[in-house]
């Protein structure tokens, strides 16, 4: 398998990049900017970190394969919490309205990760790439 992308899969990757701005940036920066009273701290940590988020997928648009990291962020907690939160709600039959909607939301996002994300590249530039010298990164 080669470790080239092709200019149609780093076309994808940037329209998954703009999605992420775009869907979670107009659901997030609203309520960052006005916000409707204070915050639970780890409501203000999800909040800070869905706009970091948001702004870094901007970075991804004109840098696809740089930002890879962030998809790889996506798609780990995405993974984690249906396999720490949603197996386990639906296990004790506790799944409402919101529950269902994060689990549709986090899979389709699992499954557009695994679809979009270059794997080859990824193998190439991230696992298998030998260390070039002591300072290089580990």
Do not use: C
């Not at 970091?52 to 901007?58: G, M, N, Q």
């Not at 696809?64 to 962030?70: A, E, G, N, V």
């Amino acid at each position: 398998m080669s470790a080239e992308v092709s200019n149609f899969r780093l076309n994808v990757l940037r329209l998954v990049y703009l999605l992420i701005f775009v869907l979670f940036g107009s659901r997030i920066w609203p309520v960052i900017i006005d916000p409707s009273g204070l915050w639970d701290p780890i409501e203000g940590v999800a909040y800070s970190f869905w706009a970091a988020f948001s702004l870094l997928a901007v970075l991804g648009i004109r840098y696809p394969l740089k930002m890879l990291p962030l998809l790889f962020i996506q798609l780990t907690y995405k993974s984690i919490w249906l396999v720490a939160v949603g197996i386990q709600l639906w296990q004790a039959d506790k799944i409402d309205q919101s529950a269902a909607e994060l689990i549709r939301s986090n899979t389709i996002g699992v499954i557009i990760d695994l679809l979009v994300i270059p794997w080859p590249y990824v193998w190439a530039n991230y696992i298998a790439k030998p260390k070039h010298n002591k300072n290089s990164e580990t």
